[in-house]
């Protein structure tokens, strides 16, 4: 059988803890900032946890895990 081969996406956009969940940035923080209220930039700053239901689709991206 072939290697499988990473998303390209996939490696740039997550990050696995060493507890196995997966982290990403928050999305909405690119561009068109001005028409954003400052809670919302504000409480939309750093990462987050992704999802369970979420995890499992994205960990099928990455078949030999995420560095």
């Known amino acids: 059988m ?4 990473t998303k390209s996406g996939v490696k740039k956009r997550f990050t696995l803890t060493a507890s196995g ?4 940035g928050v999305a909405g923080k690119r561009h068109r900032l001005i ?4 809670k919302y930039i504000r409480q939309n700053r750093g990462t987050e946890v ?3 239901a979420d995890t499992q689709r994205v960990k099928l991206w ?5 560095n």
Do not use: C, I, R, T
Request: charged content about 30%; proline content about 10%; glycine content about 4%.
């Open 2 to 5: 072939p290697k499988l081969k």
């Open 21 to 24: 969940k997966l982290k990403h």
């Open 35 to 38: 028409s954003h209220n400052s």
């Open 50 to 52: 992704l999802d369970k």
């Open 62 to 66: 990455a078949p030999y895990g995420l």
